[in-house]
């Protein structure tokens, strides 16, 4: 029983792996590692470490929230000499300066999954998330009829990722002047926050007609706030995480819009071996988007 306690406390102060032992040494620090998403991503980095034979370790903060036990993550993997940073960013700002001591000792930073304004970068592997956004306004707009009210629930404020799917999803909605965008609140990319947030925001907009969350764990309390509200309103997440595409097949959630977790994870890793090698690699590798409904569900379940 002991053993079982202190192993928990270890994993609540920071996620880690480390695997193979090649000449070359990655280390890829993600937001977390406590939702299908991340633990995705780094399958695919694992896989991929695996099949070029080099050393990879994977790490996270506990939370999304916690941007300093990032930094503190990021800054102990400098100190231990890795090769090359594949960094998915708590907080752009919070981040640079960690990032900008990389480079001052010659090691290159990968972004993966979250883009900051940051030119130092080797490259941005993950989601065109502006063009993700999009498509959940697109779906949004057209299943509304261009009329309506609309709730965007957004993971933690500041985080590039969040804020690109909301301004995307935005600038598609304020096209149509019959559809109005009534609340905009942050809920941290938790589920229980969600709920909060969403039971909050229905209590004020009884005829709210369309909900789009940042994350699927978020949009799956959303659904869960609906139900029980016995709301009209449909839900829109972003992820395509099982559990969303099981609620999409019984009828509960909308859509969701389906990114690559798995070849954000890999292509990282692919694409940091090419700068460690000193190939040239694209600015932007794109993972690619595609919105899933009721009609294209089947096809993404496993």
């Known amino acids: 029983m002991r053993k079982s306690v202190v192993a928990l406390v270890a994993v609540a102060f920071f996620a880690c792996s480390s695997l193979f032992a090649g000449e070359m040494k990655v280390a890829m620090v993600l937001k977390a590692l406590d939702a299908e998403f991340w633990l995705t991503v780094r399958q695919g980095a694992v896989d991929a470490a695996k099949e070029a034979g080099i050393s990879l370790s994977v790490m996270a903060p506990d939370r999304e929230l916690n941007v300093q036990q990032q930094v503190q993550i990021v800054e102990d993997q400098l100190i231990q000499g890795i ?22 000792m010659g090691i290159p930073v990968i972004l993966v999954d979250t883009d900051a304004p940051w030119p130092k970068k080797a490259a ?20 509304l009829g261009g009329k309506g009210k609309v709730a965007l629930v957004t993971g933690v404020m500041g985080h590039q990722t969040m804020m690109d799917r909301i301004n995307g999803c935005k600038e598609v909605l304020e096209k149509y002047p019959d559809i109005k965008i009534v609340a905009m609140q942050p809920a941290n990319s938790e589920r229980a926050l969600a709920m909060t947030v969403v039971e909050n925001i229905l209590s004020t907009h009884f005829d709210l007609g369309a909900i789009f969350c940042a994350n699927d764990p978020m949009a799956m309390a959303a659904v869960e706030a609906v139900i029980q509200d016995k709301s009209d309103a449909f839900v829109v997440g972003f992820n395509a995480d099982q559990d969303a595409l099981e609620s999409i097949a019984e009828g509960a959630l909308a859509a969701t819009v389906a990114q690559s977790s798995y070849n954000i994870g890999k292509r990282g890793i692919e694409t940091a071996i090419k700068v460690f090698n000193g190939e040239s690699v694209p600015a932007h590798v794109d993972t690619g988007t595609e919105l899933v409904s009721a009609e294209n569900v089947k096809e993404f379940m496993k």
């Open 124 to 143: 941005y592997v993950g989601t065109n998330n502006i063009i993700g956004g999009k498509l959940a306004g697109e779906y949004i707009a057209k299943r």
């Open 83 to 104: 090769d090359v940073l594949c960094l998915a960013p708590c907080g752009s700002q919070e981040l640079m300066p960690v990032m900008d001591r990389a480079n001052e």
